[in-house]
């Protein structure tokens, strides 16, 4: 089992940046595939991004590609998401999310095992 804690997030104006971190707890943090998930007000959740559990393949939506990058550094349990020229329609709370699944990126939120708590992002207009 992992637990995970989110952290970096806050109100940023439109064009900023913020990274967003998630420390997991455990020693199997390397085994499992990352991804980051958000829900906007009134909206369902939707991925952002996720990375495999050996670093070497991402996957992004759409509406985020270019801007944000995901990365882990499984030495220090921890998983990223650098966020660039945000824009107001990435305000929503930012959730990191642990699969088991070790073939392929999953989309879907679904295939995630373990949650965090979310940290919100808000950017202003």
């Known amino acids: 089992q992992v637990q995970l804690l989110e952290s970096g997030g806050g109100l940023v104006q439109a064009g900023g940046s913020l990274r967003l971190s998630c420390a997991a707890s455990g020693r199997t943090f390397s085994s499992y595939t990352m991804g980051w998930f958000r829900r906007a007000p009134g909206k369902e959740r939707e991925f952002v991004a996720a990375?495999?559990?050996?670093?070497?393949?991402?996957r992004y939506a759409d509406s985020v590609k270019g801007r944000f990058t995901i990365s882990r550094d499984n030495a220090k349990n921890t998983l990223y998401l650098q966020m660039n020229s945000l824009k107001p329609e990435d305000t929503a709370v930012y959730y990191c999310a642990a699969a088991r699944i070790r073939i392929g990126v999953p989309l879907g939120a679904a295939n995630y095992d373990y949650w965090g708590q979310g940290t919100q992002v808000t950017v202003s207009s």
């Open positions: 990375i495999k559990w050996s670093g070497d393949s991402t």
